[in-house]
């Protein structure tokens, strides 16, 4: 009962945009895809929603090819928003919810409760072109998941929010997960996949060149950071051999050790530098493990 891609690849004439593309996502799991402008991310989405046939490769979910355009289980916020700017936020999204299968009456006591979910209730009567930019994707936001969907494909649902919007929404796609969806998105921001997804690809130029659990990514990358905090200037831990990068905070400084067994010499060296504050091994970010995969133009 799951969403699959086996050996999925896509061209367009003689470009490859996506190219063997495997990956499970399990029933009521959450699934990010990770890459920058042009790495497939789009591309795979409208595959896995029919609305773009593979050249090579199967998709299934629940192991029977889907279509978003037959199947009201599919919730889709594309990448281009498209509301109709002149029509009315509550007829718009009511609209909307029938096409995907719903009762009026029921559509309408879901807007109402999305409305007020997401702050916005004063805006039912508005046209969509009085709204503000994020409001407007608040409204696409709720356009995917007023039927109650059971797989919900995102294509950068952050994009054009502000901080507190981007914590509202979050919760939202949270509480949907808890409740059982199925949740594939799409970001350019690695601390919303790694806030919010169990399992992740790193697409680059059409290939998965990164994937897993959160988990075994980080471990698979070997390396760790090491934080320490201290009044001293720590700066010539820095040429210690083994330490492939070191970053002055505030507070002391982020050194990036090739493997655990270093941490032991570089707390002793510390030490004997001055008394520190604070020791601790970290998991590296998600960001380090794209900039060292995809480089540091592509973050
Ligand atoms: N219909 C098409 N015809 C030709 N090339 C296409 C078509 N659709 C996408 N591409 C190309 O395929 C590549 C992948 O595009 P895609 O939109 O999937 O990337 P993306 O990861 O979603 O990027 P972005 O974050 O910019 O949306 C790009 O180089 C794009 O120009």
Known sequence: MTLRLENVTKRFGDFTAVKDLNMTVEEGGMYGFLGANGAGKTTSFRMILGLLTPNQGTITWKGKPISYVTSPEIGYLPEERGLYPKMKVEDQLIFLGQLRGMKKSDAKAEVKKWLERFEVPQNLHKRVEELSKG???KIQVIAAV??????????????????????????AILDMKNEGVTIVFSSHRMDHVEE??????????????????????????????VQIKSDSDLSTLA??????????TVEGGIF???DESMADQL????LKIGPIRYFAIEEPSLQEI??????????
């Open 146 to 171: 007023l039927h109650r969907p059971s797989l919900l494909i995102l294509d950068e649902p952050f994009s054009g929010l502000d901080p507190v919007n981007v914590e509202m929404l979050k919760s």
């Open 267 to 270: 707390l002793n060296e510390a």
């Open 290 to 299: 794209f900039i060292e995969k995809v480089g540091k133009e592509y973050a």
């Open 135 to 137: 409001n407007q994707q």
């Open 256 to 258: 990036q050790i090739a």
């Open 239 to 248: 040429n210690i051999s083994g330490i492939s990068s070191y970053t002055k």
């Open 196 to 225: 919010l997804c169990e399992e992740l690809s790193i697409m680059h130029k059409g290939e998965a060149i990164v994937q897993g659990s959160l988990r075994d990514v980080k471990r698979s990358f070997g390396k760790k950071n």
